[in-house]
């Protein structure tokens, strides 16, 4: 059987996927992985865990260019005709969207599509054109899924309240996972560094990281607060401007984008994510399962990896305030931390142990 994974960013499929396409081809199965990028960058990593590669050509993760748009479906229909695979796994919103229609006008009926989270766009109060056409590009593609993968109740009830999926074609999971033989329990450092990694969005709270950093700085010069990340095109993308000052002023370090964040994470302290939203939210799993206690936001998919005062805190989306009282309280408690690291292990154990969510995917598509 083949099976074809679709997504807007090749990256991506290494970083949430690795052990999904392993798992599918340790069952016997063919992957192909469709995504934007060349193949030359590309068709080599993939050989290596034993997938195929193929571009998808036009296609442009957050391009407004309906033209563009247009070609890159017929580039769509254009591989699945192709590749002929048996079932398709579909995530990111374009490919999701013009994915899941190619495929139906192709006649492949075994289309699941799954959701890291719902975005900034379908969220936006501010961008409400491009809102509303993507709620209606999701639901004539969800429509034609035979099962829908979310990753937290929020996303569930967002999705049936505006009558874009039905309550049977939900399935819902812990997250992507997380490997917990890659990620291994650490003891925690002595000298204190809070770590954000994620993409340099202001979705991610990178601002409120930022003013609490000069808050808690303020207090504890000594502190580090570092970042680790990359520069994305996302519609609330922040550049290097926004940050140099603040590296110059000895706020903030920024440690550049890395494949492997196990080094930084082993040498934290306490993992820091004010996000927006999220599915869930998988920097901080992998901090979870390497045992480091967690700051996050009190929102969507965030709540999901934090019992509050057990694991770590979860704070009020967008309050600097509220996020350096509780790296200052970490800080002044440090005899607590070891306790709450322990706790994430355990949490991500029982909940988030990437093979216990890959088999509910798996058994899902029926592999």
């Known amino acids: 059987m083949m099976v074809m994974i679709l997504s807007s960013f090749a990256a991506a499929n290494f ?36 997938a195929k590669y193929v571009p998808i050509v036009h296609l442009e993760k957050n391009g407004m260019n309906p033209f563009k748009d247009f070609l890159a479906f017929f580039s769509l229909l254009h591989l699945i005709r192709k590749e002929r695979p048996d079932k398709i796994f579909v995530y990111h919103a374009k490919t999701i969207v013009y994915g899941t229609i190619a495929a139906s006008v192709l006649g492949v009926k075994d289309v699941y599509v799954f ?17 509303k056409v993507l709620r209606l590009q999701y639901k ?34 812990n997250g992507s996972g997380v490997n917990l033989e890659k990620f291994q329990e650490k003891p925690l450092p002595n000298d204190f560094t809070f770590l954000f990694v994620g993409r ?47 590296i110059k002023q000895g706020i903030i370090e920024y440690l550049g984008y890395h494949e492997d964040v196990r080094p930084f994470l ?24 390497v045992g480091r206690p967690i700051i996050t936001t009190d929102t969507v998919g965030c709540r999901e990896t934090v019992i509050n005062g057990l694991n770590g805190f ?3 989306v967008k309050d600097s305030k509220a996020l350096a009282d509780k790296m200052i309280w970490m800080i002044e408690n440090p005899e607590k931390l070891k ?5 994430s292990r355990r949490l991500c154990e029982e909940k988030f142990d990437v093979k216990k969510v890959n088999q509910v995917i798996l058994d899902t598509m029926g592999l």
């Open 200 to 246: 340099i969005i202001r979705d991610k709270g990178v601002l409120e990281y930022i003013e609490a950093a000069k808050i808690v700085k303020s207090i504890y010069p000594s502190v580090k607060m570092q970042i680790v990340g990359y520069f994305d095109t996302n519609p609330t993308a922040i550049n290097m401007n926004n940050l140099e000052l603040f």
């Open 115 to 131: 959701f890291g989270g719902l975005g900034s766009i379908i969220n936006s109060e501010q961008s409400k054109v491009a809102s």
């Open 140 to 173: 004539v593609a969800l429509k034609r899924s035979k099962k829908v993968f979310l990753q937290n109740e929020d996303d569930i009830k967002k999705l049936l309240s505006l009558n874009l999926v039905k309550r049977e074609q939900i399935v819902r999971i």
């Open 266 to 289: 082993e040498k934290c302290t306490a993992f820091v994510l004010p996000s927006y939203h999220e599915g869930t939210p998988k920097s901080v799993l992998e901090a979870m399962a």
């Open 314 to 316: 979860l704070v009020p």
């Open 339 to 343: 306790e709450m690291a322990k706790e």
């Open 15 to 50: 970083y949430f996927r690795e052990d999904m396409i392993k798992a599918i081809i340790d069952k016997g199965h063919e992957v192909v992985v469709a995504a934007p990028e060349p193949k030359k960058e590309w068709s080599k990593r993939f050989l290596e865990i034993g």
